[in-house]
């Protein structure tokens, strides 16, 4: 039997989420080796090298892309990078996995998707929740028929502030508009997004309304939007970022002239179905690694075994509806 080629990867960032994440899949991946990594800081970079045994460190992102033995480079950096290190890599001609969201301005997604298309080179976009066991299987039951025709959609999430988040004269990357592209509906709404546009295809229509309820850092803390989905189905969101702990929420509802249908985003509470039949919570176990399907998934593209959709041209309407909700574009 012919040998699988191993698919010799780059990773450029390499932050406490790779370690967490990203480390643990990859190394379940039989044919895949992590070869270099990438830090502006040169003893961070060494140091992550030397405690997951990767050969090569670089403190220049140029370096890593140019690399002769790199085929494939993972993206995990700020978002305010990630089109230029996608970019730089692409010209490279190297394969891209880059963390979400895919870029900070719906612009630079479609810069991205160029350079994709002009070097066919495939850019994968790290929504990895499309292909975890408990999101397929809210598919599923809708897909079955579980509540009907579905009618509307609603996003509801509601947090309490972080502890970083009283420190204005530190705050986290994330409440930086600069490097995150907004807030923290920058960072968690794509993944809520992108799920909705996998189920009921793309929004084609996004008008928000922001505002800074709780007064500790400039950017929005609480939003509110209206979308419209292609097929005509209307959809809405509410976020707060300032909330007591008491009004906690992660949810999703799917509601249908058959019945409804409720889930969550980020804990992966069971999975909530009210029918005719009754009322069912349905719990649905994630693999402990949960980048792993989709990394095996982007594997298996490029070994030539299946289609990979999760790509920056399927990322791409996501930043689009956040910069309508936030009236960047």
């Known amino acids: 039997m012919e040998k699988t080629p191993t698919i010799k990867w780059g990773f450029i960032g390499c932050g406490e989420a790779t370690e967490r994440h990203a480390i643990p899949a990859f190394s379940k991946l039989h044919d895949a080796e992590i070869v270099a990594v990438m830090s502006r800081t040169s003893a961070r970079a060494k140091a992550y090298a030397h405690r997951h045994g990767i050969r090569r460190w670089y403190d220049d992102a140029q370096n890593l892309v140019t690399d002769p033995d790199i085929n494939a480079v ?64 809210v598919k599923s039951l809708i897909q079955a028929g579980a509540v009907g025709n579905v009618l509307t959609a609603q996003i509801r999430f509601a947090a309490p502030p972080r502890e970083l988040d009283y420190n204005r004269q530190n705050l986290p990357w994330r409440l930086q508009p600069d490097i995150a592209g907004g807030g923290y509906f920058y960072d968690l709404a794509p993944h809520q997004l992108d799920l909705l546009q996998h189920l009921f295809g793309p929004i084609v229509e996004a008008k928000g309304y922001t505002a800074n309820r709780g007064g500790l850092y400039t950017t929005e803390d609480t939003l509110a939007a209206t979308m419209q989905f292609h097929s005509g189905m209307p959809a809405s969101g509410t976020w707060c970022f300032v909330a007591h702990d008491s009004a906690r929420e992660d949810r999703i509802l799917i509601i249908g002239d058959g019945g409804q249908l409720s889930f969550s ?50 990322a791409t309407p996501t930043n689009w509806v956040m910069d309508r909700v936030l009236n960047k574009i």
């Open 265 to 314: 985003v980020f804990n992966y509470s069971p999975i909530h179905l009210i029918n005719e039949q009754g009322e069912e919570h349905i719990s649905v176990e994630n693999p402990k690694c949960v980048q792993y399907p989709i990394l095996r998934a982007i594997m298996d593209h490029l070994q030539g075994r299946s289609i990979c959709t999760c790509d920056s041209v399927s």
């Open 74 to 137: 993972y993206i995990a950096t700020p978002p305010s990078t990630h089109a230029t290190y996608a970019i730089s890599a692409l010209m490279a001609g190297k394969v891209v996995y880059v963390e979400k969201p895919l870029a900070t301005h719906y612009d630079d997604c479609l810069r991205i998707n160029r350079v994709s298309a002009r070097y066919n080179i495939p850019c994968f976009v790290a929504y990895y929740r499309r292909y975890l066991p408990y999101f397929q299987r």
